[in-house]
């Protein structure tokens, strides 16, 4: 007996020591903000305020967690080598094999299992949730009796406190009402199912409208919904006066305006406010569900239109969005009772539903009218439990994938699904009557009630399409599945390719004429966007067809009012948003084919398109009708909006909607990259480039074809390969034919030269083209002899191009200037051998041994990684069109932030490439816009400390390269550049961006990015979105920083038709078409970079420098603090210095420090004739001078 009672004396210590560890645990957990609005809570605007936050949350109480277990461990006892080297338990084994076959790694499921922890509710605030729906109970359950009024005289609600929060129109009804407290209030939605994740966990409560608050024909002509919306005005009245209540607004449930709730503030045992939301339901039984069976009428037509002739019930429009908003209601208990039962005390099934809605959350997939929300993601879950597609014994990880697994290949808009397999109700509508009349269909237990209802075709199928993503992704085990599922957002505009607003939303009543949907209006209760939004789907999913993979209309967020204000009208909403996702092989086609011209399908071809059709004979020669969109020979840019004219043509047409209605974003950007020219007939249209880039490769391809067929070499070419930027299409502004006038005049020789007292010659760049020749050992061992046969080669070289081919050439050692329409190319021998020779060094010894140099690495990069990446990367245009566009605005941005001289614009090409190659959780852009937005938020959220950007073209990386590149980074991490980009061919050394930039650049870069992001975000959201909205304003640099800035006389500036701003004193060069010349152009001529030479060579030490290349006129200079310190006066490091005194106690000693005054002097000496003025904007040198 002693031995029994002592073990049961342990059992209850032990017992009582782990509660108390549990209540510590749980007191010492940091509250973090809730992430995930309720099932059945629209989300609000708190909500949306947190959702940034998201990741920082999870990153703290990550490391909180992390530093908690290292102090339990450091605080443990010795581990004996016994329980140390212990054989797993079946438990640890089972878990092994489980993370061995299902998940990619253990580092996943470790991820998603702190990821589970993070979001799921904790025990100390579900007390609190508890706690508060007591208070909240206590209070409603003791709210007095009111007096009886009609329903339409509603002055005995005081306006000045709350107002009705349900749009009535009309006004009249019949009907009277009188508040009774509630007959039952209790929990509802995802707290109660445990189904609910942070941030933004609601407490939804259901308060039962008791029986005599109602009428028996409440069900027509909105009256119970508006005796609802009463209620909730009488308990926003008193609720207002209670002191546990901090704030109070009404919302729309799922954003249907018939749904108001009320939203609560109420004060929680910690402080912090618990947001509940009050959902007034009606008594059970209260109305028969056959009532609002889907095909039936209760909103009568003579009422609405107040129209005075009686119509029969059966000639009356269905109303079956009303019927299934009053539905909503009157099934909630039973759904909630059977989703409650079918989920049951399953954590498996519960936290893979919790990665659902993060899953969800992070496309914006659940928000507003119309969306797949959360209540809707639980349901699918267990249906799925029902008809076995899962089972209770999954693991989280399980439940998300063959959730994600089932909804991608099913189809609710065709087949539907439903919980109601009971046919023993004759009454209850058919599955094909729900198909009938809702574009998806996913019914209830009841069979009554269609939970998707509001949803609409597009957000569905954008549901379908992510859900296949999802799968491709998680078969692809070289992803950081975790980071794009789960902590990547996916907004709008970076997701589809091409958006369009449809703004003024009073047209959208001739688009209700249009495809006669009065009686739909009516339906919605006069919500015009609702009406409308299916037809728009359908006839712009047949206008765009085969141009389009995806399209959806944007689901806006849920707004949020004061309880004293009026509530939004049905449809407020300032714009339509459309997003499409582009077919990149069909979407630039300027023409579509219809059904030939004698087939009964024709008729309705032209029907459709009306005008715009027209017969055409095709190459097989079969006639269609056809229509087309533009010229065959319209510039690409221009090809790219060819949606555009076809969306705003059939809007016209088929809706009834006026061109100027609508907005596209697409080619916002592409006037920075316009290059104003003039000719003799007027301005040439240069396009954003693409075909001068076309016609250069097109001369690049034909001198290459000579260069390799030489005869008279000694050493013939075995390959040629261009180097420059515009052979890999990421040149900003492809050059122009060189036949500018300006460069006819003071010839010197064979070569011109600018003329004197006159405005510069355009810039005209050369195209480096680098040639491999064959092997021979008659080459030197040494470098100097080595370099002087080449020499002798490149003269060769020269008098042979020159002879036999009648080119223009310029010859120097190193290389050979070839003129070939009008374009100048600089070819460059190359033999792999002078980079052996480069590294060779021979030591006092006499012996010889290689070792990487300066010299060695960069002819390295020159000869062989080069031409490689110009390869790799021209290759990527071929298969992404809009890669070059994407590119050239990037390069462009940083070159317009004054930052080009101080990044590598193979690291800006190779980022831009990163967002081509993987585009997870994206797909691949097919707008330049897009591709520019996805590089500002790589650039400015990419953790360049930590993590090593793996760029992997063609494919080439490995498992064991991705896990050797990781190691190798965290290895050496502190002697790696600072941005680490690592591709195949330089997998271990980035050296696209060693030694830059340095790290206050990327610091500066990488505000500059997130900021630009910001701003251009906001303007192509804004609803003021207009054809003048002034797109450059992130090109526009902000020179407060800068503490000097030098100004540039505009007529000295080979660039300025380059410029960001053109003004009236830009000089537009004259460019003269098949114009030949014997003469060898001025080519490579920017005085601006020989000054910004000579002012790093000479003041390098003192400052940096900043300029954009392409015609800007301001030359930003920074200090470098450190370099006017005082130091000990030195005749040797007297430049750019004076002589100083300081007197101490025995002596006088004289130093030297910087001199400012003497240096800017020199700055406009040194710019002579270039340099207009030079501003001082920062003088921080009283203390030292």
């Avoid at 092997?775 to 042979?800: Q, V, Y």
């Avoid at 223009?808 to 374009?823: C, F, I, Q």
């Avoid at 193979?906 to 897009?930: K, T, W």
């Avoid at 500066?1004 to 997130?1010: G, I, N, T």
Wanted: glycine share 4%; proline share 5%.
């Amino acid at each position: 007996m002693k031995r029994k009672q002592k073990s049961q004396d342990v059992v209850h210590n032990n017992n009582k020591q782990q509660k108390m560890d549990e209540i510590e645990s749980e007191d010492s957990e940091e509250e973090v903000d809730d992430f995930e609005a309720d099932e059945d809570s629209s989300p609000s605007d708190e909500v949306d305020e947190s959702e940034d936050d998201f990741e920082d949350d999870v990153d703290t109480d990550s490391r909180m967690h992390s530093s908690d277990a290292v102090d339990s461990t450091t605080s443990s006892t010795k581990i004996n080598k016994k329980t140390l080297f212990k054989p797993p338990s079946n438990d640890e084994l089972n878990q092994l094999k489980e993370t061995e076959n299902l998940y990619h790694s253990s580092l996943f499921r470790m991820q998603i299992t702190e990821l589970l922890s993070e979001v799921s509710l904790k025990a100390k605030r579900q007390r609190q949730l508890e706690n508060v729906f007591t208070t909240v109970k206590d209070i409603l359950l003791d709210l007095p009796k009111g007096k009886a009024h009609e329903l339409m005289e509603q002055d005995w609600l005081p306006k000045k406190i709350v107002k009705v929060p349900i749009y009535q129109s009309p006004e009249s009804v019949k009907g009277r009402f009188q508040f009774f407290p509630p007959t039952e209030v209790k929990i509802v939605g995802s707290f109660l199912s445990r189904t609910c994740v942070k941030p933004g966990v609601n407490l939804d409560i259901a308060v039962t409208m008791p029986v005599e608050c109602l009428q028996s024909k409440d069900n027509l002509n909105q009256r119970y919904l508006r005796k609802r919306a009463l209620y909730l005005a009488v308990l926003a009245k008193h609720l207002k006066k209670k002191e546990e209540v901090e704030d109070l607004k009404f919302t729309y449930h799922h954003g249907s305006h018939y749904k108001p709730i009320l939203v609560l503030q109420v004060k929680g045992d910690t402080g912090k406010p618990i947001t509940v939301h009050l959902h007034v339901v009606a008594e059970e039984g209260m109305f028969k569900l056959h009532r609002f069976h889907v095909n039936k009428n209760n909103i009568r037509n003579q009422w609405y239109h107040g129209q005075t002739q009686e119509v029969e019930e059966d000639d009356q429009p269905t109303t079956p969005v009303y019927n299934m908003a009053i539905l909503s209601d009157l099934t909630l208990t039973q759904n909630t009772d059977h989703l409650t039962s079918i989920l049951g005390n399953s954590q498996g099934i519960r936290e893979g539903i919790h990665l659902l809605k993060v899953w969800l959350h992070q496309r914006e997939l659940n928000m507003g009218y119309g969306g797949f929300s959360g209540y809707i993601l639980s349901m699918y879950v267990a249906y799925l439990l029902s008809k076995r597609r899962l089972n209770y014994m999954m693991s989280s990880y399980q439940v998300f994938r063959n959730t994600l697994l089932n909804l991608s290949k099913s189809d609710w808009t065709t087949q539907g699904i439903t919980f109601c397999d009971d046919n023993m109700d004759s009454q209850r509508p058919l599955l094909s009557d729900f198909l009938e009349t809702f574009d998806v269909v996913f019914v209830d237990v009841t069979g009554y009630y269609n939970i998707c209802a509001s949803m609409n075709k597009s957000c569905y199928n954008r549901v379908r399409y992510e859900a296949g993503q999802a799968m491709l992704m998680l078969d692809d085990h070289s992803l950081d599945s975790f980071s794009l599922f789960f902590m990547t957002p996916l907004p709008f505009l970076r997701t589809f390719d091409n958006v369009f607003h449809i703004r003024n939303l009073s047209c959208l009543e001739a688009a209700v004429t249009k495809f006669d949907l009065t009686d739909r209006v009516m339906d919605l209760g006069g919500d015009m966007v609702a009406t409308v939004t299916p037809s728009l789907i359908t006839v712009l999913q047949r206008s765009l067809d085969r141009r389009i993979k995806l399209l959806q209309v944007k689901q806006e967020s849920t707004p949020q009012w004061n309880i004293k204000e009026d509530p939004p009208k049905p449809g407020c909403q300032g714009q339509i948003t459309v997003g499409v996702l582009l077919n990149p092989d069909t979407c630039t086609s300027i023409l579509d084919k219809g059904p030939p011209a004698d087939s009964p399908e024709a008729e309705d071809f032209r029907d459709f398109w009306g005008e715009k059709s027209e017969l055409r004979r095709f190459k097989d020669g079969s006639i269609c009708e056809a229509v087309v969109w533009m010229e065959a020979n319209s510039e690409i840019s221009k090809k790219r909006t060819v949606c555009s004219v076809a969306v705003k043509h059939i809007l016209k047409r088929q809706a009834g909607i006026p061109p100027e209605s609508l907005c596209f974003i697409g080619p916002q950007l592409d006037p920075l990259l316009y290059l104003p020219v003039k000719t003799k007939k007027g301005m040439k249209s240069y396009g954003t480039g693409e075909e001068e880039s076309t016609a250069i490769m097109h001369t690049y391809d034909s001198l290459c074809k000579i260069l390799r067929n030489l005869k008279d070499m000694p050493l013939t070419i075995n390959s040629t390969q261009g180097t420059s930027p515009v052979f890999r299409f990421t040149e900003v502004f492809p050059a122009l034919e060189a036949t500018s006038p300006q460069q006819l005049a003071g010839e010197a020789g064979s070569i011109q030269c600018p003329k004197p007292n006159k405005p510069l010659p355009p810039y005209t760049p050369v195209h480096k083209i680098t040639c491999l020749m064959e092997g021979s050992g008659k080459w030197p061992d040494e470098i100097e002899p080595f370099r002087r046969l080449k020499a002798a080669f490149h003269i060769a070289l020269g008098k042979t191009l020159s002879s036999e081919h009648s080119l223009v050439v310029r010859t120097t050692p190193g290389y050979v200037d070839v003129k070939k329409n009008n374009y100048i190319f600089r070819v460059e021998l190359s033999y792999l051998r002078e980079i052996a020779l480069a590294k060779s060094h021979r030591t006092p010894e006499g012996m010889m041994k290689m070792r990487d140099t300066p010299e060695s690495l960069e002819l390295e990069k020159q000869m062989v990684a080069l031409p490689k990446l110009t390869s790799t990367l021209h290759g990527l245009q071929q298969q992404h069109n809009t890669f070059s566009g994407a590119v050239r605005l990037a390069k462009r941005w940083v070159s317009s932030q004054l930052l080009c001289d101080h990044i590598r614009d193979e690291a800006i090409e190779l980022m831009v490439a990163q967002i081509y190659i993987s585009p997870n959780p994206f797909s691949v852009p097919n707008s330049p816009l897009v591709g520019f937005l996805r590089f500002l938020h790589l650039l400015s959220h990419h953790d360049w400390s930590r993590t090593p950007l793996l760029v992997n073209l063609n494919q080439e990386f490995t498992a064991g390269d991705y896990a050797e590149i990781s190691s190798k980074f965290s290895k050496d991490r502190k002697t790696l550049p600072l941005m680490f980009i690592a591709t195949p061919g330089d997998k271990l050394s980035s050296h696209w961006t060693t030694g830059l930039p340095t790290a206050p650049i990327l610091q500066r870069l990488l505000l500059l990015a997130k900021e630009s992001l910001n701003v251009l975000e906001s303007q192509l959201h804004s609803s003021q979105l207009v054809d003048t909205t002034d797109f450059k304003q992130i090109f526009r640099p902000p020179m407060e920083i800068y503490d000097v800035v030098v100004h540039l006389r505009q007529k000295m500036l080979p660039r300025q038709n380059q410029a960001v701003d053109i003004t009236d004193e830009t000089n537009i060069p004259l460019h003269v078409y098949n114009m030949s010349c014997e003469a060898m152009p001025v080519y490579e001529f920017d005085p601006v970079q020989m000054y910004l030479s000579e002012l790093r060579a000479a003041y390098g030490e003192y400052a940096l420098f900043f300029h954009d290349r392409y015609g800007g006129n301001l030359i930003g200079v920074i200090w470098k603090p450190q370099a006017f310190n005082k130091t000990a006066f030195s005749v040797n490091r007297i430049a750019g210095k004076m002589p100083t005194s300081q007197n101490t106690d025995k002596h006088t000693e004289v130093q030297i420090v910087g001199n400012v005054e003497a240096i800017l002097e020199d700055f406009q000496v040194l710019g002579g004739g270039l340099v207009s003025r030079v501003e001082i904007k920062k003088w921080n040198f009283e203390s030292d001078q």
